[in-house]
């Protein structure tokens, strides 16, 4: 097996059944849930341009850092991975479905998580539990070309930047942590500040450095 290299590319947006069971808010409590407001924050690269499909993880003091009975899917449909960069929180079971007509044999070297699911067809029996934080690179060892990151993170607060680099999420009021990563960035992370308060507008535009 060779690692699998190249970034991740951006690909629309994908439907309902392709997308993580648990996605953004899982496990708040009453009082955070029942102060929180949506926030947009627009990220723009080192040139001033929109930071498109950037992962946004808000580190929120008091909530789970490990998701109870999350699932979520990285699908193989014509030969490449969907979606290409997959978001989950610590703890979160990720299926493989293989929905070709050819076998796929996926695995990963990250020290995250590695993992070995050899050649098959239709869904593996155990899903693969995502238990460290951190970035996995996919690849399979049949189809070179196919390559796929999945981004763990410690906390339920996340999201990802659309064309335009902006992303909404619930924020309780209070001084939390933005971690941002990019697939170009290999396994760096970008940290940022963030005081939320009631009577502050719901907006924040971040300028990211070429390389943290």
Not at 197 to 212: E, F, G, K, T, Y
Request: glycine content about 6%; charged content about 20%.
């Amino acid at each position: 097996m060779t690692p699998p290299t190249g970034s991740a590319a951006a690909l629309p947006r994908l439907p309902n059944r392709w997308r993580p069971f648990a996605l953004g808010m899982i496990g708040w409590g009453v009082a955070a849930a029942s102060s929180a407001t949506d926030w947009q924050l627009e990220l723009r690269d080192a040139d001033g341009a929109p930071a498109a499909d950037a992962v946004v993880a808000i580190e929120v003091r008091g909530l789970p850092k490990v998701a109870r009975n999350a699932r979520a899917e990285m699908v193989q449909k014509d030969r490449q991975f969907l979606p290409r960069v997959l978001v989950v929180q610590t703890g979160t079971a990720v299926s493989f479905p293989n929905l070709d007509t050819v076998r796929h044999h996926v695995y990963s070297f990250s020290p995250i998580k590695p993992f070995d699911l050899k050649l098959y067809h239709g869904t593996p029996a155990e899903p693969v539990r995502f238990d460290r934080a951190g970035v996995a690179v996919l690849g399979c060892n049949i189809h070179d070309r196919m390559a796929a990151h999945i981004v763990v993170v410690d906390t339920p607060v996340f999201g990802q930047t659309d064309a335009q680099g902006r992303v909404t999420l619930e924020l309780p009021p209070g001084e939390h942590t933005v971690r941002v990563w990019r697939s170009a960035w290999d396994q760096r992370w970008w940290s940022h500040a963030l005081v939320v308060r009631a009577d502050a507008p719901p907006n924040l535009r971040l300028q990211l450095p070429a390389r943290p």
